[in-house]
């Protein structure tokens, strides 16, 4: 298993960091402990995280926000994907907005407030149904002809939105929800294997379900690692595109889950797992 991927040109390590855990609860608002954001943002760097997942919905903006504090100037090879097309009127409210002229705005924002000059992987975080799916993906394809976007990328996408926007632009990663327990982009994932793009499974650890599975369980008691440890080395093992992005607040579980970029599960224990 290679501890590479691709995304597009670049090269990051198999296991992400999900950054929207650092904003205040239910994602919305700031974190009570702000300088506690930017530790465990920071302490992701010195375990060798060079892929950082977040959104302008994630606070809203807030999460960029963080970002660009704690880590601006960035270190080299250091790659952030961030994403669009999702508004939050309140804090229970995900809503599609995909219209080209609020995606333009979206890429300028995210623009300014992680203090960059080119976004490395924008992503579309979610189809909106009011809006026809070519026209958002058009506006994306209209911010890297601007020179804004690197590279592009899907999320909470099916097959055929997939081949969809692979006529309009080049998409290099897809970000769907992907966990043991939910493996409903089974096809997706398969979809980004045969295309050799990025596949980043969200809710990895099931925002915590997972890690009560009782197949999980099952072989964390019987090796010398932990029910996420297990979730995420699975994962790894799943398929070589897959780029897991685990989100937590606390330092601890940090350097639980990144310690598990060098597990290795027995065939015995991945077939207990499947
Ligand atoms: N594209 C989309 O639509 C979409 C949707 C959701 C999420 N995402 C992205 O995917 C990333 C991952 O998703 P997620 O953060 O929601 O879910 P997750 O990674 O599956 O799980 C995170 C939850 O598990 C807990 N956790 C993490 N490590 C743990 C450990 N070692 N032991 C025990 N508990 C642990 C965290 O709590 P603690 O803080 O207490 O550790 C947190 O509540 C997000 O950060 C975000 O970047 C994308």
Redesign the pocket.
Known sequence: MSSNIRIGDLTVNRLG?????VCGPQ?WGPPKDRAGAHRVLRRAIELGVNFF???DS?GPHI?EELIAEALHPYPGGLVIGT?GG?LRPRPSA?EPDGRPAQLKSAIDGSLKRLKLERIDLY?L??PDPKVPFADSVGALADGQRAGKIRHIGL??VSVMQLEEARDIVTVVSV???Y?IGDRSSEEVLKACERLEIAF????????????RSKKILGVSGKITA????VSLAWLLAKSPVML???????I???E??IAAATLKLSAEDLAALD
């Open positions: 960091f999900g950054a929207m855990r994602v997942d977040t959104a994630y999460d994403k999702l995900w992503q975080h979610a999320s909470n970000q769907n929800k966990n980043l499974p969200w809710y990895p650890l099931g925002a915590g379900a997972v890690l932990t029910p996420s440890q897991p992005i685990p989100g937590t607040a606390s601890a579980h940090l639980e889950n």
